[in-house]
C-alpha cells in the first residue's frame, strides 16, 4: 500500500528525494511519516507529517531535510539536501490513523513501505 522510491547514492553534500506512493488517499487525518534504519541499529523517526500541526523533523535532519506530500494525499516526499555520510539507511514510510498523536512506537504503524536505500560517501 506504500511504495518508496528515489533512494541511491551521491556523494556528501548532495541532494535526493524520496518518493513514497500511496494506494489510497491518506489526508490530514493520518500520521505520514519517514524513518530510516542502519543495520544493527533500531529504526529512527525522521520526519512526520502529524495531521494538522507542524512537521515534525528529527535534531539530526533539522534545516536539510522537508516532508511534504501532494494535494492528492497520494504521495509523500522527503526532500533531502546536504546529504551526509551519516545519513546512510535505508528509509521507509509508513502511515497511521491520526487520533490526536501519532504512534510513538514503531508498532503503532499499521502501514509500511518496503524501503528505499540511501548511501552517501564522503
Request: charged share 20%; glycine share 12%.
Amino acid at each position: 500500500q506504500l511504495t518508496e522510491s528515489g533512494g541511491g547514492s551521491v556523494q556528501a553534500g548532495g541532494s535526493l528525494r524520496l518518493s513514497c506512493a500511496a494506494s489510497e488517499y491518506f489526508g490530514s487525518r493520518f500520521c505520514m511519516t519517514w524513518f530510516r534504519q542502519v543495520p544493527g541499529k533500531e529504526r529512527e523517526k525522521v520526519a512526520s507529517l502529524e495531521g494538522l500541526s507542524r512537521p515534525f523533523y528529527a535534531d539530526s535532519v533539522t534545516g536539510r531535510f522537508v516532508i511534504s506530500k501532494d494535494n492528492q494525499g497520494m504521495t509523500l516526499y522527503l526532500q533531502m539536501n546536504d546529504l551526509q555520510p551519516e545519513d546512510t539507511a535505508m528509509y521507509y514510510c509508513a502511515a497511521e490513523e491520526y487520533l490526536g498523536y501519532c504512534p510513538r512506537t514503531l508498532g503503532g504503524y499499521s502501514v509500511w513501505g518496503q524501503g528505499t536505500q540511501v548511501t552517501v560517501s564522503s
